[in-house]
C-alpha cells in the first residue's frame, strides 16, 4: 500500500482533530469523561481536561507545522507496517506515536492498553470521521506480530520482554522514566504552587509526573507541604487514597522519618521514583555536582523540572505536563526513526 494521503492532509486531519478537541460539545465531553472514568477510576474530570487540553495545545496548526518543517515528507512511499503497544497509566498516553506513525504515511496496528481503550479509540474514531481514508491506515489488533516495525512503551520488565520478542525488528523500546525538580530556595509562592501541577496531575502516574525534589535545606519542606494543600483534591480518588494510606502505615510501623500533609508523604530518599502519593527529596549542597549526577541518571529521568534561568536546559515549573509534539518520550526522535523506514 503507497503512503495515501500527502504529508499537507495527512497534517490537516490533526490539526481539524484539535479543533474539534477545542470545541466540544458539552454533552460529548461529559459523556466521554463518564465512560473513560467508569473504565478506569484514575481518569477523573481534572485529569481527562488535562489530556484534552495538551493534546488540543499539541495539534495547534502553528505548533504542527513548526514541528514538521524540520523534517521531509517523501511522496508515494510504500507504507509499512508499525505495531504500536500503547501504555495507559495517562489518558492518551498513546496518541503521539499513533500521530508519528500516521503522518510519516505509514500503517499503525495499535494494541490498545486495557486501561485506556475508550478514550484512545474515542480519538481514533473521531480521526476517521474527519478524513475516512485514514481507516486503511489504521487497524486495533489484540495480538502484534509479522509488523516492520514496533514502537512499545511499558515498564522494566515489559521492556525486557519487548526487547526479547521485538528487538530483532527496528523498535522503539521504552521503559520507566520519571522527572525530578530543582529548588534553590528562591522560588515563588506561585512557583511552588504551580510545581504541585508537575507532581500532582494524573495523580503522579505519568513519565513527566516530578516523583522527587532536590533542596537546598529542609526548612523549604514544610513551606512546600503548606502550598501544596491546594491540591488536597487528590485526596478524593479513593485509589489514591489507598495507596496514601498504605505507604502512610509502612512507614509508620517501620518508624521511618517522614512528613505528612494529609494526602501526601515527603520522604527522603536516595531513588528517583517514589511510591504514589509519597514525594521523596534530597537535600544538596552544590548544583553542579547535582546536574552531573542527574546526567549519569540520564536514561532514568524524563524531564528536569527547576526555574530555566538558574538551571539550563530545565521545564518551568507548572509546564511538564504540557509536552510540545518535539518533546518526545525517552528523547527518541520517532518520527525521524518512521520516516527512516522508508
Given at each position: 500500500?503507497?503512503?495515501?494521503?500527502?504529508?499537507?492532509?495527512?497534517?490537516?486531519?490533526?490539526?481539524?482533530?484539535?479543533?474539534?478537541?477545542?470545541?466540544?460539545?458539552?454533552?460529548?465531553?461529559?459523556?466521554?469523561?463518564?465512560?473513560?472514568?467508569?473504565?478506569?477510576?484514575?481518569?477523573?474530570?481534572?485529569?481527562m481536561e488535562t489530556a484534552l487540553a495538551g493534546l488540543s495545545a499539541m495539534l495547534a496548526k502553528e505548533t504542527l507545522e513548526l514541528w514538521l518543517a524540520k523534517y521531509t515528507f517523501p511522496e508515494n512511499t510504500v507504507a509499512k507496517k508499525v505495531g504500536i503497544l500503547m501504555?495507559?497509566?495517562?489518558?492518551?498516553?498513546?496518541?503521539?506515536?499513533?500521530?508519528?506513525?500516521?503522518?510519516?504515511?505509514?500503517?499503525?496496528?495499535?494494541?490498545?492498553?486495557?486501561?485506556?481503550?475508550?478514550?484512545?479509540?474515542?480519538?481514533?474514531?473521531?480521526?476517521?470521521?474527519?478524513?475516512?481514508?485514514?481507516?486503511?491506515?489504521?487497524?486495533?489488533?489484540?495480538?502484534?506480530?509479522?509488523?516492520?516495525?514496533?514502537?512499545?512503551?511499558?515498564?522494566?520488565?515489559?521492556?525486557?520482554?519487548?526487547?526479547?520478542?521485538?528487538?530483532?525488528?527496528?523498535?522503539?523500546?521504552?521503559?520507566?522514566?520519571?522527572?525530578?525538580?530543582?529548588?534553590?530556595?528562591?522560588?515563588?509562592?506561585?512557583?511552588?504552587?504551580?510545581?504541585?501541577?508537575?507532581?500532582?496531575?494524573?495523580?503522579?502516574?505519568?513519565?513527566?509526573?516530578?516523583?522527587?525534589?532536590?533542596?537546598?535545606?529542609?526548612?523549604?519542606?514544610?513551606?512546600?507541604?503548606?502550598?501544596?494543600?491546594?491540591?488536597?483534591?487528590?485526596?478524593?480518588?479513593?485509589?489514591?487514597?489507598?495507596?496514601?494510606?498504605?505507604?502512610?502505615?509502612?512507614?509508620?510501623?517501620?518508624?521511618?522519618?517522614?512528613?505528612?500533609?494529609?494526602?501526601?508523604?515527603?520522604?527522603?530518599?536516595?531513588?528517583?521514583?517514589?511510591?504514589?502519593?509519597?514525594?521523596?527529596?534530597?537535600?544538596?549542597?552544590?548544583?553542579?555536582?547535582?546536574?552531573?549526577?542527574?546526567?549519569?541518571?540520564?536514561?532514568?529521568?524524563?524531564?528536569?523540572?527547576?526555574?530555566?534561568?538558574?538551571?539550563?536546559?530545565?521545564?518551568?515549573?507548572?509546564?511538564?505536563?504540557?509536552?510540545?509534539?518535539?518533546?518526545?518520550?525517552?528523547?527518541?526522535?520517532?518520527?525521524?526513526?518512521?520516516?527512516?523506514?522508508?
Amino acid at each position: 500500500m503507497t503512503a495515501g494521503l500527502s504529508p499537507q492532509n495527512r497534517t490537516q486531519v490533526f490539526i481539524d482533530l484539535g479543533n474539534l478537541l477545542r470545541n466540544l460539545d458539552a454533552e460529548e465531553k461529559e459523556t466521554l469523561f463518564r465512560r473513560a472514568h467508569n473504565q478506569n477510576t484514575w481518569f477523573t474530570p481534572i485529569s481527562m481536561e488535562t489530556a484534552l487540553a495538551g493534546l488540543s495545545a499539541m495539534l495547534a496548526k502553528e505548533t504542527l507545522e513548526l514541528w514538521l518543517a524540520k523534517y521531509t515528507f517523501p511522496e508515494n512511499t510504500v507504507a509499512k507496517k508499525v505495531g504500536i503497544l500503547m501504555a495507559g497509566n495517562i489518558p492518551g498516553v498513546g496518541f503521539h506515536d499513533l500521530m508519528c506513525v500516521l503522518l510519516s504515511g505509514n500503517i499503525a496496528v495499535v494494541k490498545l492498553s486495557s486501561s485506556d481503550s475508550f478514550f484512545s479509540s474515542w480519538l481514533i474514531d473521531r480521526l476517521i470521521q474527519l478524513e475516512p481514508e485514514l481507516g486503511d491506515f489504521i487497524q486495533i489488533e489484540e495480538m502484534l506480530k509479522g509488523m516492520d516495525a514496533y514502537i512499545a512503551t511499558g515498564s522494566d520488565n515489559s521492556a525486557r520482554y519487548f526487547n526479547y520478542y521485538f528487538g530483532k525488528y527496528p523498535s522503539v523500546i521504552r521503559a520507566n522514566r520519571t522527572s525530578v525538580a530543582i529548588l534553590t530556595g528562591d522560588e515563588s509562592e506561585a512557583e511552588l504552587e504551580k510545581l504541585g501541577l508537575d507532581i500532582f496531575l494524573y495523580f503522579g502516574l505519568g513519565c513527566r509526573n516530578v516523583s522527587k525534589i532536590f533542596v537546598k535545606n529542609a526548612a523549604q519542606l514544610t513551606h512546600l507541604l503548606d502550598i501544596l494543600e491546594r491540591y488536597s483534591w487528590v485526596a478524593q480518588n479513593h485509589k489514591y487514597v489507598n495507596n496514601y494510606e498504605y505507604n502512610k502505615s509502612i512507614y509508620l510501623v517501620n518508624r521511618e522519618p517522614h512528613l505528612d500533609n494529609g494526602f501526601l508523604i515527603l520522604k527522603e530518599s536516595n531513588e528517583l521514583v517514589s511510591p504514589i502519593a509519597v514525594l521523596f527529596y534530597e537535600i544538596y549542597e552544590d548544583q553542579e555536582a547535582l546536574l552531573q549526577t542527574l546526567d549519569a541518571s540520564a536514561s532514568k529521568i524524563q524531564c528536569v523540572v527547576a526555574d530555566p534561568q538558574k538551571v539550563p536546559g530545565a521545564i518551568a515549573f507548572g509546564e511538564a505536563q504540557r509536552p510540545a509534539p518535539w518533546d518526545y518520550a525517552d528523547n527518541v526522535d520517532t518520527l525521524n526513526f518512521l520516516l527512516g523506514l522508508n
